[in-house]
């Protein structure tokens, strides 16, 4: 048995419906998910979002708290198993981003010119593009650290958007102790939607904790639906 320490106000009571595999992978993925559409780009109901990666860690809980929210969901997903998961979990469109075209399938399916929110849980290049794929006024939010480029840039300007970022470790490693209580009211509401088994946490592999290497090359490799999990004895 090992023992961590940790301080009471990053600490919350694990949902009674997950079993221990799924509480673990959850706290990370969900206050990400959450940050990102509640509090930065204030999901509302009948909006249309797009979620980038859906059938991912991130991803998978960001389809989910979007619907929560009442908002109208797509997602870019690989057909097979993650475009089943992210159809479970609500998405009203998955969209094949290696054989189809996000933007035209996105723009016939919100009949306008783009959604009224994009997550990006990708980055890099997928960042870029999600410039214009939000409508003119809309937002674009991502958890991932990405390159600017003037191009892009000048994308977000023409279309007057706004653009958020959460990271969801920062409070921790800087020490913002009023954001790690907000984090942790995070957790304690989102452990009611689990409960009520409006949210779920998609567990699609589990490593010992030795094999930590083949659990991110899993990841690299996208072989993963939903979130791994390391476990140790």
């Known amino acids: 048995m090992r023992a961590v320490l940790m301080t009471a106000v990053g600490l919350a009571h694990k949902p009674k419906r997950l079993s221990f595999a799924e509480a673990a992978a959850a706290p990370l993925v969900t206050i990400t998910a959450w940050e990102a ?7 509302e109901a009948d909006q249309f979002v797009l ?7 991130v991803g998978h809980m960001a389809v989910q708290i979007a619907r929560l929210a009442g908002a109208r969901v797509a997602t870019t997903v690989s057909p097979g198993a993650k475009a089943e998961l992210a159809a479970s979990l609500g998405a009203e469109l998955c969209i094949d ?12 399916w919100t009949r306008m010119n783009g959604a009224d929110v994009v997550h990006d849980t990708v980055g890099g290049k997928t960042f870029t593009e999600c410039f214009s794929l939000v409508r003119p006024y809309g937002d674009l ?4 650290e990405s390159p600017w480029e003037e191009e892009a840039i000048t994308a977000m300007h023409n279309r007057n958007l706004r653009v958020s970022f959460t990271w969801m470790p920062a409070p ?4 913002w102790e009023q954001h790690r209580e907000r984090q942790r009211g995070i957790l304690e509401q989102a452990a009611v939607h689990f409960d009520a088994d409006e949210l779920r946490v998609a567990v699609g592999a589990t490593f010992p904790l030795e094999q930590a290497a083949d659990a991110h090359r899993a990841l690299e490799a996208g072989e993963i639906v939903g979130k791994a999990v390391l476990s140790f004895e």
């Open 51 to 57: 979620v980038q990666a859906g059938a991912g860690g």
């Open 141 to 144: 939010v991502s958890n991932v």
């Open 37 to 43: 559409l509640r509090e930065r780009a204030r999901v």
């Open 172 to 175: 921790s490693v800087f020490g």
């Open 97 to 108: 981003y290696r054989r189809e075209d996000v933007g035209e399938k996105l723009c016939g």
